[in-house]
Structure formats: C-alpha cells, structure tokens
C-alpha cells in the first residue's frame, strides 16, 4: 500500500490470482502487462486488455500508483507482435 511503483516478475501460473488481487485494490487502470519482452512475439498492454487467465512464466505486472504529469499525459501502449500489431 505504501510504495507508489510495484514489479511483479515471473507471473506464471499465479497470473489470474494476481489480476483479481490487483483488481480488488483498485489499481487495475495503473497496471501494465509485459510478456516475452525482446522476442518477436512480445506482448505490451494494459492489463486491463488482457483476456487471457493464464500467462507465460516471465511475464511482468507493472503497477504505478503516481500522479506525476507525465503518467496522466502517457497511456500504456499497447503491442501484440504475436498478432501482427506493431503499434
């Protein structure tokens, strides 16, 4: 509750665990979602885009919990190479 940025690594088998647990606190909207990062079929999304309940073993939850400018200004990309979107 007191840190403004959390990690989570390796989310794996926990993934829908966590995404409920994220959800009751209310930080679903400051949560980004990251899996096979420097691959050709990485993922970069909003968790809230996610429709999966499962993820790889290396995927990461990124949690901001600020309110600096430059996060209100930036949205979190959102990059599906395994699909085809490069945008």
């Not at 403004?4 to 794996?12: D, F, L, N, Q, S």
């Not at 899996?35 to 949690?63: G, K």
């Amino acid at each position: 509750d007191t840190s403004e940025a959390v990690a989570i690594i390796k989310v794996g088998r926990h993934f829908a665990k966590i995404r409920d647990l994220i959800e009751d606190m209310g930080l679903t909207g400051q949560a980004g979602y990251l899996e096979r990062l420097t691959l050709d079929n990485q993922r970069v999304m909003s968790l809230a885009s996610v429709s999966e309940d499962s993820a790889p073993y290396f995927s990461i939850i990124l949690i901001y919990k600020g309110a600096e400018n430059w996060v209100v200004r930036s949205a979190m990309p959102h990059q599906d190479l395994a699909a085809g979107d490069a945008g």
